[in-house]
């Protein structure tokens, strides 16, 4: 069985066809950046042209709780101002095809669970256009009656930081994410997006290393908060913010100040950017560890 996986995040559109753990013509686009349900069906349309063909089913990962099929956002400003999308029903119109879906850190971190050599309770988060988690606790993913658990990036970071999207203020998201690196750059760093802002902080510019710096200690300080909530062996980071150059032994710096019980073995993703689009896969193939 082939299945077309398909990643649905705040800043790219990944698919790819995956048999087993092999990922195989991977494609990708830019998220549109409408707040049309419209756009984002045709955008996907012609991502999954030359594949749908070679699939006998789909599955998505996808930002935003996903909850019987249906996408709604807790920070429609992840999703170009999309505020819910009937995920399954479009996908099943374009593809005609069985289709499955779960959140992208949720199902990355199946993958990642699946990666271990041992089973071991493990949080996954990813840093990219938001901040999202996925749970493992005693071999199972934690998705929550209504899709929300593991939606770290919504912990506090500081009461009185900017703004969410989701209506919070001083949420991890807010500081940490890609999207919160860039919103707030002042001065002569801003409107640069968090890619742009890290080769600055790699020059020794000072805001943007500040920024980076951030970043790096508040997701320091939710990995701590995870491992007073379950216990877990592990935290693994994905995401293209958290697997940037650097980045990973800066949190793991700002980790190793806090206490002793709050210590992890911090891990970057095994499947690096394809975790979400591998963990939906495996996931639909029967959700056993492989
Ligand atoms: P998505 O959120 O769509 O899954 P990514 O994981 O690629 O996508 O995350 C997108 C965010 O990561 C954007 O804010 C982008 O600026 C940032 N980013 C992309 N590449 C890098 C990089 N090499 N270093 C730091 N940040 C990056
Ligand atoms: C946001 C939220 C999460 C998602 C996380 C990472 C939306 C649209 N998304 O917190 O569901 O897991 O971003 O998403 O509310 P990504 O696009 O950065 O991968
Ligand atoms: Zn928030």
């Known amino acids: 069985m082939t299945t077309l996986a398909i990643d649905i995040g705040g800043t790219k559109l990944a698919a790819a066809l995956v048999d087993g753990v ?24 012609s991502l999954l042209l030359p ?8 599955a998505v990962a996808s930002t935003g709780i996903i909850h019987r099929g249906v ?51 493990i949080v996954f988060l990813t840093v990219s256009t938001g901040v999202g988690g996925g749970v493992i606790l005693d071999g199972r993913l934690l998705t929550g009656q209504g ?40 001065g002569e760093l801003a409107g640069l997006d968090a890619k742009a802002i890290f080769a600055q902080a790699r020059r020794g510019e000072p805001q943007a290393r500040e ?16 491992k007073a909530v379950t216990d877990c062996q592990t935290v693994i ?14 949190v793991a710096e700002y980790l190793a100040a806090e206490p002793s019980v709050y210590q992890v073995t911090l891990r970057p993703a095994h499947y690096r950017h394809d975790a979400g689009l591998l963990g939906a896969a495996l996931l639909a193939q029967g959700g056993k560890r492989c």
């Open 22 to 45: 092999n990922v195989s013509s991977r494609r990708e686009c830019p998220t549109p950046a409408s707040r049309t349900p419209q756009a984002l069906q045709e955008a996907l349309d």
């Open 211 to 226: 920024l980076v710096a951030r970043s790096a200690q508040a997701l320091a300080r939710l990995i701590a908060d995870a």
């Open 71 to 121: 996408l709604t956002s807790i920070n429609p400003e992840n999703l170009g101002g999309l505020a819910a999308f009937p995920l399954v029903a479009a996908l099943t119109e374009i593809t005609a095809l069985p289709v499955t879906a779960i959140n992208d850190a949720q199902a990355a971190a199946w993958a990642e669970f699946c990666a271990l050599p041992q089973p071991q309770d």
């Open 147 to 186: 899709g929300l658990a593991g939606h770290l990036g919504h912990t506090l970071a500081d009461p009185a930081g900017p703004l969410c999207g989701c209506g919070r203020r001083g949420c991890i998201e807010a500081i940490a994410s890609g999207r919160g690196i860039s919103a707030q750059a002042k």
């Open 51 to 58: 594949l749908k063909a070679q699939a006998d089913r789909v």
């Open 237 to 250: 980071i994905g995401g293209s913010v958290g697997l940037a150059e650097g980045y990973l032994p800066l």
